[in-house]
């Protein structure tokens, strides 16, 4: 973050966990918004009421109904509904959750958001509860209500229409229906088992294919099918109300680079390295690469490599990617970072962590890995080393990916990777203990690649491939600060300007903001290209990294580049970091490597003009960029420890979100208050220079994924959290009041200058959200509390699940940077902490005395 010096000497990271107060939180009560949508509600029933019966239509005729019984589930019908046109009050118009009557079986199945913000939704209405819903809207549109507040409200108000819905619309994306060819395809099924069962058993039953291996959600159940676009539509028909989505699934997964033809071959440099080189110690955490396998014997890779498995053990472990590996080229990265530097520096070096190999790939002469098993191979990757090297401090790192699925809501592959780190993969979660206590992971991916073209294509925004949008992943994305010409094609000019985003980096700025995380998070060294005469753009070894090649006899060397490259340098960063600080929990190493990251100085200058606070364009601006850059460059020393003007809080805290009532409702539980130990003096000694605070909030949520996933960010999560920070003109007492009084009374507490980068508006998915404070430093300096709270998730409203009482963990991270500027805040908060352990009273016998 700093600007200029840092401010000397590295100085630890402050916890602060030690002024956490647990409280009580309740949820802030709004009134409804009173301005009527409806000119004429009445009008609108009857609308609603027509269209509804249209839509159902007639009940077949006895024995003539051709759906399949399934044991406790009714037959019935599928609608589509659609929402009413967003207003300027309303920037988009959701689907009510209330049009779930479970007693009934009505249930939404799933939505979709339109490109003009309207919602559309397949609304399963069993037969026996037509009339049910019939006089819902009846009832709704009543012309004499008296005193009465209009029934229903929330749920008819903002519907539009209804239409005639069958399994067609059930289908996600645009696959080719007309198409006579097989295929795998994903049925998401509501469980319970025998819904299940009857789907297995009613496909088996048409000769279609069912694939052994499943993934296991909470509400879902994702089964794999191989059949031609005709038979499942058959299928899905005959099956109204056990399937919520169904989905083409992708056809090619492979690593997200083909390394070329043009290794360096440079022996004598590589034998001059390792003379500098010391293995990893004992102990030290671990990188682990799924991936095409790796030339273990390989000299660069060897010292630091603490294993080597397969998936399936006839693929055999060596690296069978084409043209110089993949494998290994991403295990050199990950050991030694980009070598270009290190090969010729002189500098001797100490490895800080090991490496260890997965291969998930299948190499040539067995069958591509098929689509049902991305996610389930993906697993089985992480539980194989494991199991072979048990309680290793690690993190995964996956340079894989497939384009075929849009990485607009969650697929059964991201959804997998949200599994695998929030421990909820098939054999993480052991009854009676809590969610927290299950084993967490951190998984790096590349968030995919734009691999050349003509210039105007390259230079578009390109979204990032399934399953980057893992919520609770670090996604990788690419800057480059390679801009040397060829000597070997002078012709040619880099693409890119220094310290710009890769031109091969992905991200996310056409995804929906208020329904996807924002990513990549961070951006390391892709590589660039270059540019012909002909405005034609591709990759090249004068503008790439450079790495481990499988060949060890002809090309030890080999050039590496784009998004595969970034991750593997960013598997270098976390495990130089996990050495550095051992013992923190996943979670904590991702928040430390967004919070120690920024903008290069062109993307920066994007951000942040002349003045002391960020540009004048608007927060929805501003997400659209770090939609394509992230937070930036992390930077390792500042990830490691802090400097006396650049200070970070740590705060690593288990919280229950939620609790059960006596009389079975779930409620928000708990609430977090952390009187911080601030710099006050120092700040306000600094009146109105620029400082800027940093908060980074970091925790893993367990996914649900179901046909609403994609536009109820509340269903997919198990739990959420946000972070909020007291107001300059507040008190501590009031700060606490404040966030558990109605919106009507918090707004007569007073507004106040806004000097966020985003706000909280910007924190609706994913389960990282990291915002910048920008401003005078006299302003900062009231700024001292902040709460960490509870939002919506499965484990409350899905009480079937029983896990409204479990328990959770996050990680806070909270900087004070003052770049340039001679102040030692660091000494000010080590001096208010020892005075504050020294005005603590220890009662005799009391915990903790």
Known sequence: MSEGEAGAGPLPHIPIVRWKDDAQYVYPKSKRDPRERRADYHAHAETLLAQLADALGALPAAGADRRIAVPGHKRGVLVELETMPPTPQAKATKIPAGLEFAAQQIALLRSERGEDRTERAILFVPDDARAFLQARIIAYGEEDLGNRERPDIDKF???????????????????????????????????????????????????????????????????????????????????????????????????????????????????????????????????????????????????????????????????????????????????????????????????????????????????????????????????????????????????????????????????????????????????????????????????????????????????????????????????????????????????????????????????????????????????????????????????????????????????????????????????????????????????????????????????????????????????????????????????????????TLIAEAEIQPYALTDDGRAVFNAIHFYDLPWPRGGLQALENASVTMKVTLSYFVEPNLSGRAGTRPDTYRSFGLRFALKKRTETARDFRARLSKTDEAAEKVGAETDYWLLGPQAMQAGSLHCDLWRGPAVDLAAHDEIAILPVGGWWKSHLGQKRANDKARYALAISISAPDLDVDLYAEVTAEIEARIAAEVVVPGAPGA
Not at 612 to 633: C, H, N, P
């Open 157 to 647: 108000e903002v519907v539009e229409a209804f239409h005639k819905a069958s399994a067609r619309d059930l289908i996600a994306g645009t696959p080719d229906l007309q198409s006579p060819d097989t295929r795998w395809w994903e049925l998401w099924l509501r469980r319970p088992d025998a819904v299940v069962n009857a789907v297995v058993a009613a496909a088996q039953a048409m000769n279609l294919d069912v694939h052994a291996d499943r993934l296991i959600f909470p509400d879902t159940m994702v089964l794999f099918v191989h059949a031609s676009a005709a038979a499942i539509l058959q299928l899905a028909d005959r099956l109204h109300g056990t399937i919520s989505e169904i989905r083409a699934a992708a056809q090619v997964v492979e690593p997200l680079l083909d390394t070329g033809e043009h290794g360096l071959g440079q022996h004598a440099l590589v034998e001059d390295y390792l003379a500098r080189l010391t293995p990893p110690p004992k102990g030290a955490p671990s990188i682990c690469i799924l991936d095409s396998g790796v030339a273990g014997a390989h000299p660069l890779v060897a010292p630091a490599l603490a294993g080597a498995w397969a998936v399936n053990a006839a693929w055999g472990l060596d690296d069978h990617a084409d043209h110089g590996g993949h494998g290994t080229g991403m295990a050199g990265l990950v050991v030694h970072g980009d070598m270009a530097g290190p090969l010729s520096d002189g500098r001797t070096v100490p490895l800080s962590h090991h490496v260890e190999s997965v291969k998930f790939l299948p190499p040539a002469g067995f069958p591509a890995t098929e689509p049902p098993k991305y996610g389930i191979v993906t697993q089985s990757a992480v539980a194989t080393v494991e199991i072979e090297r048990a309680g290793v401090p690690r993190c995964f790192c996956i340079a894989s990916s497939t384009e075929d699925l849009s990485p607009d809501a969650p697929s059964s592959w991201s959804g997998a990777i949200d599994q695998i780190a929030s421990g909820a993969m098939p054999g993480d979660r052991q009854d009676n203990v809590a969610a927290k206590d299950h084993p967490k992971r951190l998984v790096i991916i590349a968030t995919g690649n734009m691999q050349g073209g003509l210039k105007a294509a390259v230079e578009q925004h390109h979204s990032l491939e399934d399953p980057a949008q893992s919520w609770n992943a670090l996604t990788i994305g690419g800057y480059t600060a390679k801009v040397e010409l060829s000597a070997a094609d002078p012709a040619l000019t880099p693409l890119a300007e220094a310290n710009h985003k890769s031109p091969f980096s992905r991200g996310s700025q056409n995804l929906p903001p208020d329904l996807t995380p924002i990513k990549p998070e961070v951006l390391f060294e892709a590589g660039n290209m270059m540019v012909d005469g002909a405005d034609y753009c591709g990759w090249h070894p004068a503008v790439s990294l450079v790495t481990s090649g499988k060949d060890l006899a002809t090309e030890p060397l080999v050039p590496f580049w784009a998004t595969s490259a970034a991750t593997g340098v960013a598997g270098n960063f976390v495990g130089q970091l996990m050495a550095a600080l051992p013992g923190y929990w996943p979670e904590t190493y991702r928040a430390l490597t967004v919070h120690a990251a920024d903008w290069p100085q062109p993307i920066r200058s994007k951000l942040i003009g002349r003045g002391r606070s960020w540009k004048g364009i608007t927060k929805a601006a501003r997400q659209s960029l770090l939609r394509e850059v992230g937070f930036g460059v992390p930077n390792l020393e500042r990830a490691i420890a802090s400097t006396k003007n650049d200070i």
